[in-house]
């Protein structure tokens, strides 16, 4: 009984919740809402926020897990995914790592950024396995939206970040 609520109480569990209630509104109410026709990346946001706040191996690890867990969605080959945004997890985690403290404007500006490269990660990714058609000259439009989303939308998920992956020990 107490390895399940061990278990039950971990951080990995509860980012797989929050993941499936990410991904249900990135996949419903994300696509109709298109600031300049460009849906939000809300699954991208949360990577790069768990990446800036946590570091590049639990940014690295989120990413994958959340790329997994979108893969089953989409057509793609699965694992396209979860190396786009396991490699923006750990940009972001890294971009932050030469800050000793850094202040709440340079998490804006790293997560501004890296959302504006991981938008350019998975087409990339998709051209190198040989799926034509994907980079092209709209993808500047489109990191650049998904950036400037990211950044408007990063104060609600950095408090959503910071609840889910936040270690607790099972008081027994």
Same mark, same amino acid.
């Given at each position: ?43 991208? @946001? ?5 990446? /800036?706040?946590? +570091?590049? &191996?639990?940014?690295? *690890?989120?990413?994958? =897990?959340? %790329? #997994? ?38 998490? @804006? ?5 890296? /959302?504006?490269? +991981?938008? &350019?990660?998975?087409? *990339?990714?998709?051209? =190198?396995? %040989? #799926? ?41």
């Amino acid at each position: 009984m107490i390895r399940f609520l061990t278990i039950m109480s971990s951080r990995w569990t509860r980012l797989v919740l929050v993941l499936l209630i990410v991904i249900s509104l990135q996949t419903t109410l994300f696509t109709e809402m298109r600031p300049f026709g460009v849906a939000a990346q809300l699954v991208l @946001l949360f990577v790069v926020v768990s990446g /800036s706040i946590n +570091g590049s &191996v639990i940014g690295a *690890l989120t990413g994958l =897990i959340a %790329g #997994l867990m979108y893969d089953l969605i989409l057509p793609t080959p699965v694992g396209l995914t979860s190396l786009a945004l396991g490699l923006a997890g750990a940009t972001a985690g890294l971009l932050i790592y030469f800050f000793h403290d850094p202040n709440w404007w340079m998490r @804006l500006v790293a997560i501004g950024l890296v /959302s504006l490269l +991981g938008e &350019v990660y998975y087409p *990339l990714a998709q051209t =190198i396995v %040989g #799926l034509d058609g994907w980079l092209q000259w709209r993808i500047v439009k489109v990191a650049i939206v998904v950036a400037v989303c990211n950044v408007i939308l990063s104060p609600l998920a950095i408090l959503v970040c910071r609840w889910t992956l936040a270690e607790r020990k099972l008081q027994v």
